[in-house]
């Protein structure tokens, strides 16, 4: 059984950091696209960052700069390290795991998800 298990979540004044951890397991995700989205409450779900099997990234326009993905196929595990965080990131974060290997920005696109971690971010 596949299964991605996000942590790392918290609370955390603006201005600060956080790093999530996505572990998969089950299968391996070493040559496949993986991604973080997340979701504010009352709001759709929100493309974040996407890396391939080579380590092309690809980050959506509002955490550009900020956050950085990154992956180690030897441990099967994705990292999202967020920085200068704001209220407005403020979500549960998911991670996902494609069957393709290029940059995916649309969650459809994804086959596997994890079940969120919350991030609280505060002013």
């Known amino acids: 059984q596949v299964q991605l298990v996000e942590s790392g979540g918290g609370l955390v004044q603006a201005g600060g950091s956080l790093r999530l951890s996505c572990a998969a397991s089950g299968r391996t995700f070493t040559s496949n696209t993986m991604g973080w989205f997340r979701q504010a409450q009352g709001k759709e779900r929100e493309f974040v960052a996407t890396i391939n099997w080579n380590g092309i990234t690809y980050y959506g326009d509002s955490v550009e700069g900020r956050f950085t993905i990154s992956r180690d196929n030897a441990k099967n595990t994705m990292y999202l390290q967020m920085n200068s965080l704001k209220p407005e990131d403020t979500a549960v974060y998911y991670c996902?795991?494609?069957?393709?290997?290029?940059?995916?920005?649309?969650?459809?696109?994804?086959?596997?998800w994890g079940q969120g971690t919350q991030v609280t971010v505060s002013s």
């Open positions: 996902a795991a494609a069957e393709g290997n290029s940059l995916y920005n649309q969650a459809p696109l994804y086959s596997y």
